[in-house]
């Protein structure tokens, strides 16, 4: 049974968006120990419900933390000195975070869809006009920030933060990916809508500052193509990119391989 600290600790871990892995040890030598429940944070950080399994700080690191690189629940056996322990890791894992800075009419379905499949969506924009929970009251976190510079010199980045550009003008595209290109983290995605006049302007003014970086990393014009028109079909066509991606998919139309079949008889 979890105690009343283990449980809020998750708690609190969950709602900052922090990957975490609650230990059960579910059998070992000295059957003391069995029961025991451990938290692990990717960074090797533990929190114990019982001082006995501290003993266990460096084997749980050394045997749990790559299941959490590989996001896997899983079920360890390992021997630590004299000891079989047999442990049961389950990973609570964070949710994506998806950034979409601009608040303009595109926004407001991609916000939707994105709250759709799970991602903690937060809308940035720097006029108090447009960020506003009004407009978006089904996102997680809406900032008025005073500049995307200060927003993604700032903003906690890792490999599950997506951000989509949707600003007004290409000058804030700059200062955005500026900032994120500077940045030791990276994000798992990053997509900038406009035209290819405007994507050009872009790029041109970036090399300055990245002569060596290729960009080939940044998804513009962002989407899938599926002749999207209206800001709603627009936003299928982004989120179907960003699907693609996180999943490391190919995007193509499932029914290709059964027209293949399909020519050959099904044989």
Same mark, same amino acid.
């Given at each position: 049974?979890?105690?009343?600290?283990?449980?809020?600790?998750?708690?609190?871990?969950?709602?900052?968006?922090?990957?975490?892995? #609650?230990?059960?040890?579910?059998?070992?030598?000295?059957?003391?120990?069995?029961?025991?429940?451990? =938290?692990? @944070?990717?960074?090797?950080?533990?929190?114990?419900?019982?001082?006995?399994? !501290?003993? #266990?700080? *460096?084997?749980?690191?050394?045997?749990?933390?790559?299941?959490?690189?590989? &996001?896997?629940?899983?079920?360890?056996?390992?021997? @630590?000195?004299?000891?079989?322990?047999?442990?049961?890791?389950?990973?609570? &894992?964070?949710?994506?975070?998806?950034?979409?800075?601009?608040?303009?009419?595109?926004?407001?379905?991609?916000?939707?869809?994105?709250?759709?499949?799970?991602?903690?969506?937060?809308?940035?924009?720097?006029?108090?006009?447009?960020?506003?929970? *009004?407009?978006?009251?089904?996102?997680?976190?809406?900032?008025?920030?005073?500049?995307?510079?200060?927003?993604? !010199?700032?903003?906690?980045?890792?490999?599950?933060?997506?951000?989509?550009?949707?600003?007004?003008?290409?000058?804030?595209?700059?200062?955005?990916?500026?900032?994120?290109?500077?940045?030791?983290?990276?994000?798992?995605?990053?997509?900038?809508?406009?035209?290819?006049?405007?994507?050009?302007?872009?790029?041109?003014?970036?090399?300055?500052?990245?002569?060596?970086?290729?960009?080939?990393?940044?998804?513009?014009?962002?989407?899938?193509?599926?002749?999207? !028109?209206?800001?709603?079909?627009?936003?299928?066509?982004?989120?179907?990119?960003? #699907? &693609?991606?996180?999943?490391?998919?190919?995007?193509?139309?499932?029914?290709?391989?059964?027209?293949? =079949?399909? &020519? =050959?008889?099904?044989?």
């Amino acid at each position: 049974m979890l105690n009343d600290q283990i449980i809020e600790k998750l708690q609190k871990s969950i709602e900052k968006r922090r990957e975490t892995a #609650l230990i059960t040890i579910t059998d070992h030598t000295d059957r003391r120990m069995v029961g025991n429940r451990i =938290l692990l @944070w990717n960074d090797g950080s533990q929190y114990h419900g019982n001082t006995a399994s !501290q003993c #266990l700080t *460096e084997a749980l690191n050394l045997h749990c933390l790559p299941l959490m690189i590989m &996001k896997k629940t899983k079920t360890i056996n390992f021997q @630590w000195g004299d000891a079989i322990v047999q442990c049961y890791v389950e990973l609570y &894992k964070a949710p994506i975070h998806f950034i979409i800075a601009g608040a303009g009419h595109v926004c407001e379905p991609v916000a939707k869809v994105g709250k759709m499949l799970d991602f903690f969506v937060t809308v940035v924009d720097d006029r108090p006009e447009f960020a506003t929970e *009004e407009r978006f009251p089904e996102v997680d976190e809406v900032v008025c920030c005073e500049s995307y510079l200060s927003y993604f !010199q700032h903003v906690p980045i890792t490999s599950d933060t997506y951000v989509l550009l949707l600003t007004r003008g290409h000058k804030f595209d700059v200062i955005s990916l500026q900032q994120l290109l500077s940045r030791q983290e990276k994000p798992g995605y990053i997509g900038m809508i406009g035209s290819r006049r405007r994507i050009a302007g872009v790029f041109e003014q970036l090399r300055e500052d990245f002569p060596n970086e290729s960009f080939d990393h940044i998804y513009t014009p962002v989407g899938i193509d599926i002749g999207a !028109q209206t800001p709603e079909e627009i936003s299928i066509s982004i989120m179907a990119e960003i #699907l &693609k991606v996180k999943n490391q998919a190919s995007g193509h139309s499932l029914s290709g391989e059964v027209h293949s =079949l399909a &020519k =050959l008889g099904f044989r």
